[in-house]
């Protein structure tokens, strides 16, 4: 588990202490990061920017609870996975009572880095198919799934992050993981390595 250097420990030992000045260098610090976690989760640009400040409020009211035990940029990542996982869960839930069609595709709005023709085409399919395979997983399987293949957390810190035993977490994984193979056909989707860290 990642350690924090001196001058974050530094930070948040003067934030614990009422300086607003060193709160803001963590969240100018870390911002960046649990945006692309919870965009990554929600594929909803609005809704990963209230992750984020949902995340930096939870996290500026809990400062007191911040043990050190892992880095802090570790705790915030926990904090902005169970705020994405419940954005989803409540938009889910919406959904449902509104009974509105899918989301828009956000991934469709992404650039393409190669210019060829052939390339930007299949980009662009691979980019749809992608979208609707997660939009069809459940909140849980996606936030899983985006925990283990995208920030690289181990099982064990998926569980911790979504209030899940370990072998729940990696259930979710594995089923995440089925559904996108099935969902994408002929394109891969990782393996999922069966050591946990």
Known sequence: MERMDGSEAADVDRARAG?????????ERHSRALFRLAFRMTRNEQDAEDVVQETFLKAYRQLDRFEGRSSFGSWLHRIAA??????LRRRERDKARAAVPGAEDELDALPAHDPSLDRLLHSKEVRRRVSVAMARLSPLERSAFVLRHFEQLSTREIGDALGL???????????AVRKLRDA???????????ETR
């Open 82 to 87: 169970n705020c994405a996982y419940d954005a």
């Open 165 to 175: 035993e370990a072998s729940a977490a990696k259930q979710s994984v594995f089923r």
């Open 19 to 27: 300086d607003e000045g060193a709160f803001r260098g963590l969240v």
């Open 184 to 194: 994408l056909g002929l394109f891969v989707v990782p393996r999922e390595r069966t």
